[in-house]
């Protein structure tokens, strides 16, 4: 089964008009299923091919190679093995299919990844040392040319992007348009290249729901990711071109659930192998988040971005049982 979210063109969004349009659809995608395209971006399509030329070349360096810059798991950087993470620990409580959607996916992600986050972070950076920050790992200039290159110009345009489309989320709100400037001050934020085999079975990315403020992701337009929605699995067809853009939990706990952060995963049944190249916009780590209206209003607690980023980390790195994921997912109003 397939399933359409909305297609919202931000070619307006320097206009006053358009943007209040953009944020009607935006509004109306965020309370639906949480997921829409989003075209006219103004990221160039050599960009984007660019970022996924590097992907292909670093993911098909060696193993030994590779095994150099494994994920540091304070900083959030480098590469994660085939199999290191299990997405289906990090689902919001809140999901009443929460048991369900965890049987449904294997135990471990049969995806390889490479997390990299803002350029020529150091010592001097007023966040060092704090969880989903720090120096990025790549392979040296002869292995992967052009790869700090690429990433640091892909980094800087996609997180320009998510963070203009944070104002509209606040008008979308009817908020002031500055409301989540704190929250996009010096962000945990981070582009993972990701790779996924062609399987036949198995779980590329287990039933989660995404970590922070939204997320906006490039797929090779191989299908692959699926949206629970209306108690079933539906693929999402990527439209050529576009960002498939969601609400995190952060997003969604503001919110008190008003906005979804929902449940998808990936199962490359393509045939080929997969790459997809999604960027989080978490937070600032200090920011303390709770919910300002919606149905959650009063019910669940204030948690900084830092706590829940820590937490769903937590849950799905390393070899937890699942009894031990699920208590310590953080409660978010997900659905
Ligand atoms: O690869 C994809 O299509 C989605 C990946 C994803 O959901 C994630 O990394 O959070
Ligand atoms: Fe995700």
Redesign the pocket.
């Known amino acids: 089964m397939t399933i359409s979210v909305p297609i919202i063109s931000l070619a307006r969004i320097n206009d006053p008009e358009g943007r209040k349009e953009i944020a009607k659809a935006v509004g109306a995608a965020a309370r639906s299923s949480g997921f829409m395209q989003v075209v006219d971006h103004g990221i160039s399509e050599d960009l984007i091919a660019e970022t996924f030329d590097v992907s292909k070349r670093v993911f098909a360096l060696p193993l030994e190679e590779k095994v150099k810059y494994t994920r540091n798991p304070n900083t959030n950087r480098g590469w994660d093995a085939l199999g290191g993470q299990a997405?289906k620990g990090a689902i919001g409580v809140g999901h009443d299919d929460q048991e369900k959607t965890t049987e449904a996916s294997a135990d471990s992600d049969m995806?390889e990844?490479w997390m990299v986050g803002p350029h020529g972070v150091d010592e001097s950076f007023e966040y060092w040392g704090r969880f989903g920050h720090g120096k990025n790992a790549f392979p040296p200039e002869e292995q992967v040319p052009g790869m700090e290159d690429v990433m640091r110009r892909y980094y800087d345009s996609i997180l320009a992007l998510a963070t203009s489309f944070m104002k509209i989320v606040a008008i979308s709100l009817d908020v002031s348009e500055d409301t989540f400037d704190s929250l996009c001050r010096l962000p945990a934020a981070a582009i993972?290249l990701?790779h996924?085999p062609a399987e036949e079975e198995g779980t590329?990315?287990g039933a989660?729901t995404?970590?922070g403020m939204c997320?906006m992701?490039s797929?090779d337009g191989n299908p692959?990711?699926e949206l629970y929605a209306g108690g079933v699995w539906s693929a999402?067809e990527?439209v050529p071109g576009a960002y498939?853009v969601?609400v995190g939990d952060i997003l969604s706990l503001y919110t008190g659930g008003e906005y979804k952060s929902s449940l998808?995963?990936?199962q490359n049944r393509s045939g080929v192998e997969?790459y997809?190249?999604?960027f989080?916009l978490d937070g600032n780590s200090d920011i303390l988040v709770a919910p300002t209206r919606g149905p959650g209003l009063g019910k669940y607690p204030a948690v900084t971005v830092e706590q829940h980023l820590r937490t769903k980390f937590d849950a799905s790195y390393y070899d937890k049982s699942t009894e031990d994921i699920m208590k310590s997912v953080v409660q978010a109003p997900g659905m």
């Open positions: 997405l995806k990844g993972r990701l996924y590329g990315a989660h995404d970590f997320t992701l797929t692959g990711l999402i990527p498939i969601n998808h995963r990936v997969r997809s190249i999604p989080f």
